[in-house]
């Protein structure tokens, strides 16, 4: 995408100073402009970058006044800072804005695709799937037979979702995440092997989730793995089969949930956190990062450590714990003491 | 894949009652009943449901009486719970029973495949590789130069096996797993930096071992990482270079085994775990989740904790230390009472 | 790739006893031998199995006296196990030697390719792409719109690194490997659930650095997250958004930075680490595996624990933890002869 310095003035309610067809096709630091760059300068410390650098246009205040020449073009606004965010945002939404069923895409010619649909390279729909309006589906990613998508949901390249499967709308899965893999079953046998028990149940991602880059979300062994409404999980989570999310609840990276394990709605769990399996844990739980949850805990509780427990005596019990070498002594001391007196 | 109901019936032993030529072509629940959907009715609450349900068909027990007309079909059996689940058992089967090389998937000429496979769309098959009977690649895989796939061995969306890797028989790899990337191997030099040391081994991957998503094992430094028969690795868990992996071993997710670390057969791992490099774990040794095992450890013993030690002991230590602060009241007290004997 | 037996012996400055135009395509273990096969005797313990090995050639000692007739051909040189780990160093570099850009990757019109690079099948280069010199993109990998990639860097398959990222010159980055994905930044709402925080920064990886297989690096709020010279990060870690990482720090497998969190240069850092954001560790720090890092360090420290401290009290903090078995019954004892002295 190219663009010119006076559509970037138009769309920032500013006004140029200099070549107001000058080419901009990207963004850059004023310390590190490069031709066809657009930096911005807020902050005084960086003023002396202005007269030398090669960015095409620099993005100023309405009362900078130049001590030297400037050789970009300016564009100037009220807040510098808060117009290049601005720009940001909408250059992000600009490009995310992908339209269109690419010809090296493979569709089945079971699958049903919506309206204004992006379908990147490489990317793989099965049988009988089911693509609402609008969704986005980047290079390289696999949808498997007779699963569902909702409207207005993005799935970022190289997203896996199995079979049978189940997505709501106005989600956003992230590269790598993985939904729908084999929940982790098997049956011991008499001659000390393990039998793969079938994983023949599904995962219900509810509207408006998030999930993070290489998450991995198991379907149920029977029934359904459900993530319910406006839950937001980070990078590198582990939901394992049959497990449940409540609505909006936030996960950190790294967090797990072991088969079966319930969570309530709206928890906030931290990084590296473990949850047990057939436990559960109740609404507006706060639990701190690499807890290790081994038990169910009600509503509104707060917990941190492994095994995790209520968080302030666990902090409490870290200062213990931390202390202790003064305790020995003190031990060591009441037994010299007492010995004296026997 | 589209059924009609008569065909369902047969396949369940049961009988149809109503349009024996019904199109089924999905499951569903019997209070979300679709078109072309098929239920069942095991859970006397959900009874109010099949006079209104959208399902074209409803499994239903033999001794089921409607007090209403029912305008689904309704296919009877001795048990719809385990007619149901024999179904899906079923489904699932067939869904994954696919077969052909797709005309879009990249295969050198170089490589030999067997009979009976299924290669998917955008799959990459490199030089000289050897892919067995019946083997499932689907869609997206890469598997690299000279590497080998045992017979019936299935590798799900996105599977990344790089060159010169042997995986044995009726193995499942499970999307986004990555098998022989580089170990994690640094010389630091004089001044300060890293030095890659080359990673010229190899993995080897035994029979009947399944490997969950987006877990990474890498490939030896010299020599092979090897994960014996029957291994069984949960999603996100990372086997570092020359590790091995005995026999019929289970690791939960988000377990680790870093760099020629060595654990025996038939242990239970749960998740989360680490274990360091350069040690032996025995066999039939069951370790908690979150351990950090930081020493080796003989066969038969149960352990926890970071750093592990034996469960029992690491359990009592667990409520020592919650009740720490009861210890320091009645060092406290000691303390005084001495003080005032003194 | 074949080669003749007096090519490898050539390139191993040995000679060629037998057949010196037999053909090599694999490399073997000895008693593994495979036709095509090349392996090698260094240990006296497989001395036997020279005999009767289906190898089509092995490496012996210049000083190996054969008690038997050898079916195989013999290449000799002065260290037969010093010059199969160098063969298969070359034989490494020579596999990854990849060079030409596949008719099935789809590559943007915009898109600039430098010279002598390896574009597989099935990878996507974005818009305005900008790919250096003797660039390695393998199959399936994904390069979003507006990214560069620095000469000389090698993506492995399945490789994910979205739109306007910058990396630098030698990387090499492992199959799926993601970077990035949006920062995990989100804005409580009144009603209780969570506004999406648009994440239109970027991430800067400078050159030399590797990051393993599974890997999320997630792009900035705004500005860059950065990864500085020379950093080696291990599979499966996670680093957040704005998070700076020092030169030549290494990080070993499933450890994270939390949002902002800043690492000095030249630290180690052991598996499964945890550091939380908006935090600053020093310079050649150095953290043990499974520490939780929740407030600042200076440089040059050691620190364990979770909450990790200075590794040598901490070592001593886990020691007391281990006897408070023996601490409670000192403590019981001097209870009750203070109870008898009252």
Redesign the interface.
Known sequence: ?KFITSQIAALLGGSVEGDANAEI???CKIEEGVQGGLSFLANSKYTNYIYDTEATAVIVSNDFVPEHPVKATMIRVADPYLAF?NL??K??EM??DKKGV?A?A?ISPTATIGKNCYI???A?IG??VTIGDGVKI???T?I???TTIGDGTTL???V?V???IVIGERC?L???A?VG??G?G?APTAD???Q?I????TVIIED?V?I???T?I?RAT?GSTIIHK?V?L???C?V?HNVVIGE?T?M???S?V?GSGKVGS?CIIA??V?I?GHIEVGNNVTIA??S?V?RSFPDNVTILG??A?DAV?QR???I???N??Q??K??DE??K??AK??
Chains 1, 2, 3 share one sequence.
């Open positions: 995408m096709w990207k963004l965010a940001l945002k250059y992000n490009q995310l690419d090296q493979f990147g390279p490489f793989f049988e009988n980047y290079p390289q696999y498997g037979d007779n970022f390249a190289g896996r199995y079979q049978n956003i992230h590269s790598g993985v893999a084999d982790f098997f000390g092997k393990y793969k079938d994983q023949i149940g408006d998030e993070g880059a290489n991995t198991d029977l406006g937001k980070d990078n590198l582990q394992a909006s936030v950190a990276a790294q797990a072991a709206h990084g590296q473990g047990v990062a690499q290790g081994t492994s095994p427990t005596k409490k019990t870290y213990y714990e931390r202790l070498d305790l020995y003190r031990v009441l037994e003491k007492l007196m026997e």
